[in-house]
């Protein structure tokens, strides 16, 4: 905070030094990469140029691009593969990867066997399923094999030794960067017309010397949410043109992944009450009990009185991955989820946590607003539903999966002085907001 946003590899270079008590990798680069990408926007506006401009200028009129994630949509089998292949093709892309070992299961000890092995049967489903592809789409298309570091070593080699025949482009992170002898046995026992690709959990310049000082492979691809941004890409691209290897960036994800949580507070607004009977029915539907009585106690007009109102929103979107958690973040009033829509089994509910000042709700209301997923703000099959907190602020909200939600939660309360001069208010309520979408299927 107050340093000059302009001085780009300053800042960092700061960020990288001052974080290194939490270790040079992991989540401290992923967030040095993404403040990296918004100073880099944020200059490039203020000088009216391309982002590219601040990194040397444009370079190539063409990059060529691959499919990844073509696949989901149909079954772990070589006919729905190579169907799914063919429409790739068919889209003009000269060029796809997939993994042929998992295909969207990546959990250790659930999808994945606890020694990182395969079966006889899996592996013969991994080579028919790749065949399957490189019939489909011809030998003129380039094919490349992502095992996300989920093999150990033996199986890694032996399958690496079987694809070869297929002419792969690439064959990709084979075993994990934690190891880079493990990397270079690898190397060494696999297939001479095999190409080894690796990186995307290579973190910044000092990450990969050793990868390329040792010439383990010929091509590298570093992730530009966690390698340090695009200033440290382009640090690392200008190391491996040194060496001769080949770049591809990888980013599955775009410029951010994992769960983003949106926030704001609106301004104070009013609504004038000329009807009592209006007051009522939004006391009776909110559930505001003893509410009608307090108005009467306080001997205030039935017929001509001011509600001042704010809202206090939180909207939750899946990035990418869409992991992470929601978290209080201190608005006024709040409702925070306690588990993740797009990644979380929600079987049972989902949980959320209401709270006025920091501190729990317990016995009030939630509404619950749902309707069909991409129906827009002009659906006509919104439901309604409430439920109510415990006495720890927690409701569990029913859950449906393929559907949007929106839940609010009401404070009704005598105003403060500075909204009671708002047009001599004499109610004021705070609206809780939280919206999410829950997707047909978890986010793996």
């Keep these: 905070i107050g340093l000059d946003p302009r001085k780009t590899d300053f800042i960092w270079t700061k960020l990288y030094r001052d974080l290194n008590w939490v270790g040079p990798n992991g989540v401290s680069l992923c967030a040095i990469s993404g403040i990296d990408m918004a100073l880099l926007d ?19 009129k063409e990059i060529r691009l691959y499919a990844n994630y073509w696949f989901i949509k149909g079954g772990h089998n070589p006919e729905d593969y190579a169907e799914s292949a063919r429409k790739v093709k068919a889209a003009g892309f000269t060029g796809l990867k997939f993994d042929p070992f998992a295909h969207t299961s990546y959990l250790y000890g659930e999808h994945l ?7 006889k049967e899996t592996q013969d489903l991994a080579y028919d399923i790749s065949k399957a592809v490189r019939d489909a789409v011809g030998d003129d298309f380039d094919i490349m094999i992502e095992t996300h570091a989920l ?41 001479g017309n095999a190409t080894l690709c690796v990186g995307e959990r290579h973190y910044t310049r000092y990450g990969i010397r050793q990868v390329l000082e040792r010439q383990i492979c010929e091509i590298m691809m ?4 966690r390698c340090g941004g695009p200033s440290e890409m382009k640090r690392m ?48 539907h ?25 809202r206090h929103v939180k909207s939750l979107v899946a ?80 859950i449906v999966a393929g559907h949007d939600y929106m839940l609010d939660a009401v404070v009704l309360r005598e ?15 705070l609206w809780a907001n939280l919206t999410f979408s829950v997707p047909l299927n978890p986010i793996r």
Aim: with cysteine; proline share 6%.
């Design 42 to 60: 944020l200059k490039a506006k203020m000088l009216g140029v391309p982002c590219y401009d601040l990194l040397g200028g444009g370079y190539r």
């Design 286 to 310: 909110k559930d505001f009990g003893g509410a009608l009585d307090a108005h009467a106690e306080r001997g205030l007009s039935t017929d001509n009185f001011v509600e001042t109102y704010s």
């Design 415 to 429: 105003p403060p002085a500075e909204r009671a001069a708002i047009n001599e208010a004499v109610w004021d309520t």
């Design 222 to 225: 570093p992730d530009i949410t």
């Design 237 to 284: 691209a200008t190391m491996m043109e040194a060496y001769n290897v080949l770049l591809a960036p990888h980013n599955p994800n775009g410029p951010l992944s994992g769960l983003a949580v949106y926030a704001y507070e609106t301004d104070v607004s009013t609504v004038r009450y000329r009807e009592f009977e209006k007051f009522k029915s939004f006391v009776e």
């Design 113 to 119: 066997s606890e020694n990182l092995s395969l079966s």
């Design 319 to 398: 990035i990418g991955s869409g992991r992470g958690a929601d978290l209080e973040i201190g608005l006024a009033t709040e409702i925070i989820a306690l588990d993740n829509p797009y990644t979380d089994d929600l079987s049972n509910g989902m949980r959320v946590q209401v709270n006025y000042r920091g501190e729990p709700r317990p016995d009030v209301q939630v509404e619950i607003y749902k309707r069909p997923a991409g129906e827009g703000n002009l659906s006509s099959n919104v439901t309604v539903d409430t439920v109510r907190t415990d006495e720890t602020g927690m409701a569990v909200i029913p």
């Design 151 to 191: 093999l150990n070593l033996r199986m890694a080699v032996k399958m690496a030794q079987r694809l070869a025949d297929l002419d792969i482009t690439w064959y990709e992170e084979p075993v994990g960067p934690e190891n880079i002898d493990s990397l270079v046995a690898v190397r060494q026992r696999m297939p």
